[in-house]
Nanobody, 126 residues
Framework: QGQLTESGGGLVQAGGSLRLSCAAS????????MGWFRQAPGKERRLVAV????????YYTDSVKGRFTISRDNAKNTVYLQMSSLKPEDTAVYYC???????????????????WGQGTQVTVSS
């Protein structure tokens, strides 16, 4: 089965940058689509970005396009979320997730993912 572990969260001022990392404990994750979700207090968990297994296909929610970049290094069993031009509305707990199922499109819904990390807090101050 394996585990996912997020890191890199913290407190940053608006306009700043952070890079989140998600480390997978097993090599099998290199064949899985990987997603980043976030959940603000009192809000639903929502998709931020997705990357396919090979890293050549990505999807971003509109609010982060041009600011966030998802990438992966399968040799290191790690997926990244580079966040720049951060805004207070980006404040949330960020989760990485893995989808082990082959799909014709990138998975965008929480129920399409099989594995989840514990989350890392990102706080953006104004």
């Amino acid at each position: 089965q394996g585990q996912l572990t997020e890191s890199g969260g913290g407190l940053v001022q608006a306009g700043g940058s952070l890079r989140l990392s998600c480390a997978a404990s097993e090599r099998t994750f290199s064949s899985y689509a990987m997603g980043w979700f976030r959940q603000a207090p009192g809000k639903e968990r929502r998709l931020v970005a997705v990357i396919n297994w090979s890293g050549d296909n990505t999807y971003y929610t509109d609010s982060v396009k041009g600011r966030f970049t998802i990438s992966r290094d399968n040799a290191k069993n790690t997926v990244y979320l580079q966040m720049s031009s951060l805004k207070p509305e980006d404040t949330a707990v960020y989760y990485c997730a893995a989808d082990r199922n082959r799909r014709v499109r990138l998975p965008q819904a929480t129920y399409e993912y099989d594995y989840w990390g514990q989350g890392t807090q990102v706080t953006v101050s104004s």
